[in-house]
């Protein structure tokens, strides 16, 4: 089982750009399909983007489509997820997980509950 760590959150003005990283240890990494999450105060956990194990399939909650992407290198065992164009409403802390069906080379769950692995978070903050 993978163990997931989360790093790359701060604090940013609208319009900002951020480029959040997942990184593995332990496990095989690219087993594993591996989704962003984010979490805002009083709300629950939504999907944000998730990629295919080989890096060939990705999908994108809509409110972040054409700001946001999702990229691996399986090499270095780590998942980026690049924040452009940032809004107050992106604010929340952003988690990392792997999916629970390994060895897919298209699937990409948007239900939180195909995931283990939960890393810890990051915070990310957009506000003026």
């Known amino acids: 089982q993978l163990q997931l760590a989360e790093s790359g959150g701060g604090l940013v003005q609208p319009g900002g750009s951020l480029r959040l990283s997942c990184a593995a240890s332990r496990g095989t990494f690219s087993y594993y399909g591996i989704s962003w999450f984010r979490q805002a105060p009083g709300k629950e956990r939504e999907f944000v983007a998730g990629i295919s194990r080989n890096g060939r399939s990705s999908d994108y909650i809509d409110s972040v489509k054409g700001r946001f992407t999702i990229s691996r290198d399986n090499d270095k065992r780590t998942v980026y997820l690049q924040m452009n164009s940032l809004k107050p409403e992106d604010t929340a802390v952003y988690y990392c997980?792997?999916?629970?069906?390994?060895?897919?080379?298209?699937?990409?769950?948007?239900?939180?509950?195909?995931?283990?692995?939960w890393g810890q978070g990051t915070l990310v903050t957009v506000s003026s």
């Open positions: 997980a792997a999916d629970r069906k390994i060895l897919s080379d298209t699937r990409i769950a948007a239900d939180s509950r195909e995931y283990e692995s």
